[in-house]
């Protein structure tokens, strides 16, 4: 990566850290652009050239955090030796509510402002040549003893439960705290998996 192409992606860097420690502490309503561009150090119009407005960064932010917490659940599934789609994808649940418990700021904001575009583009827009979480999902039941059908469905109906429950059992420990829930969720989860399989 050649300077000018290091600058732009440290500028886009600390746009996206900013917006996200405004966002988390005062809200998206009560941001703006100016206070963002001046936190980050760089001119408004600048900001421009990145995104398109607010609601952009914020959906771009999204994404972001969403496939940093996936990448590395997919990086501790790489190094952990645990087979098996059930297993594999219980992991990576698990993994995730582990951080989303130590950081109730970033839960709180992929939740209350998750749009399904911006969910997409974490799980299935290429991000400079990285693997999507879609590719490696698609690699992980290729690779289980099971043929499956459909898939995409399976991968919604998952993350819809594991997202919603897990956040009202993380933030207000209903029904219960996520550490009693989870057993539940994750018999759940491998009912819906086995309920796909050809």
Known sequence: MGKL???????????????F???????????????ISKNAGIAKGTFYLYFKDKYDIKNKLIAHKTKELFDHAAIALEHSGITGLEDQLIFIIDDIINILVNNKP?????????????LKSAF???????????????ELV?????EYQDIDIMLFTILELAG????????????VSIEKYKPFLYRTVRLIIQSHRK
């Open 5 to 19: 192409e290091s600058n732009k992606l440290q500028k886009r860097t600390s746009l996206l850290n900013t917006a």
């Open 21 to 35: 420690n405004l966002f988390t502490t005062k809200g998206v309503s009560k941001t703006s652009i100016a206070e």
């Open 106 to 118: 970033l839960l709180n904001f992929i939740s209350k402002n998750l749009v399904m575009g911006a």
């Open 124 to 138: 299935w827009a290429e991000d400079e040549g990285d693997k999507i979480f879609y590719e490696r999902y698609l």
């Open 142 to 146: 290729e690779a289980d003893e099971h």
């Open 164 to 175: 919603s429950t897990g956040y009202n059992s993380i933030l207000f420990e209903e029904p």
